[in-house]
């Protein structure tokens, strides 16, 4: 839903201004964008197994905080309408935290990469305002993660999904433009912890609204 009320609202900027001169985005073209991203989850997990009948903790959970970095997108116009972008970031790094049971207990932390793969479409390639939407597919890195007491070591699996993206690129000149554009990114991950010598797992769905706000220009 909001994915389709973003679109409905670029879309419209888009018609609305389209009789303004600008230049005119063509096959072969090379977008650069980069500005600060932010990723926000919208977090789910099982419980962690293994935990109630080991030490009597029932209902323990994991949740995973927001993050900001600096993200880059490369975008090939394969044809004047159609691109083929690449979704990259320097590293983020996010507090797991815990939920249910243990609810504001900090258990670790972890950084991630999230390179991505999208096919977009243009609607307006000629004038200064240009919207477009895009899927594609994700693959997220875990990597320095880091377990807090009274976790004792924390692991979480690498994850493949679906990314879906809208956004806007407007004219400041024939060089230059801003963009603002968001991804739905479909992020699972299993987390594995010990605690006090007891190994448990949770399936932590993460599935996280990315914003960026970015300058940009073309080759």
Do not use: C
């Given at each position: 839903?909001?994915?389709k009320?973003?679109t409905?609202?670029?879309?419209g900027?888009?018609?609305a201004?389209?009789?303004?001169?600008?230049?005119?985005l063509?096959a072969?073209?090379v977008?650069?964008?980069?500005g600060?991203?932010?990723?926000?989850?919208n977090?789910?997990?099982?419980e962690?197994?293994?935990?109630?009948?080991?030490?009597?903790?029932?209902?323990a959970?994991?949740?995973?905080?927001?993050?900001?970095?600096?993200?880059l997108?490369?975008?090939?116009?394969a044809?004047d309408?159609?691109?083929?972008?690449?979704?990259a970031?320097?590293?983020?790094?996010h507090t797991?935290r815990?939920?249910?049971?243990i609810?504001g207990?900090?258990?670790?932390?972890t950084?991630?990469l999230?390179?991505?793969l999208l096919?977009?479409?243009?609607?307006?390639?000629?004038?200064?305002?240009?919207?477009?939407i895009?899927?594609?597919?994700?693959?997220?890195?875990?990597?320095?993660?880091n377990?807090?007491?009274?976790?004792?070591?924390?692991?979480?699996?690498?994850?493949?999904?679906?990314?879906?993206?809208?956004?806007?690129?407007v004219?400041?000149?024939?060089?230059?433009?801003?963009?603002?554009?968001?991804?739905?990114?479909?992020?699972?991950?299993?987390?594995?912890?010990?605690?006090?010598?007891?190994?448990?797992?949770?399936?932590?769905?993460i599935?996280?609204?990315?914003?960026?706000?970015a300058?940009?220009?073309?080759?």
């Amino acid at each position: 839903m909001m994915m389709k009320k973003i679109t409905g609202t670029l879309l419209g900027m888009g018609a609305a201004l389209l009789a303004t001169a600008g230049w005119a985005l063509e096959a072969g073209d090379v977008l650069v964008r980069l500005g600060p991203a932010g990723v926000f989850p919208n977090d789910r997990s099982t419980e962690f197994n293994n935990l109630g009948p080991a030490l009597g903790i029932y209902g323990a959970k994991a949740g995973v905080g927001n993050a900001w970095s600096a993200g880059l997108t490369l975008a090939y116009m394969a044809t004047d309408n159609i691109g083929i972008e690449l979704v990259a970031a320097w590293p983020f790094k996010h507090t797991i935290r815990g939920d249910g049971a243990i609810n504001g207990i900090n258990i670790g932390d972890t950084k991630q990469l999230p390179p991505t793969l999208l096919a977009q479409y243009y609607f307006f390639p000629k004038g200064p305002v240009r919207p477009y939407i895009g899927a594609g597919i994700n693959y997220t890195i875990f990597f320095d993660t880091n377990a807090k007491s009274p976790v004792e070591n924390l692991d979480l699996t690498n994850s493949w999904g679906f990314a879906g993206e809208a956004g806007v690129d407007v004219d400041l000149n024939k060089d230059w433009f801003v963009n603002v554009s968001g991804w739905y990114m479909d992020i699972d991950t299993r987390a594995k912890a010990e605690v006090a010598g007891v190994t448990t797992k949770s399936q932590v769905n993460i599935d996280p609204w990315v914003f960026m706000f970015a300058i940009g220009t073309h080759f």
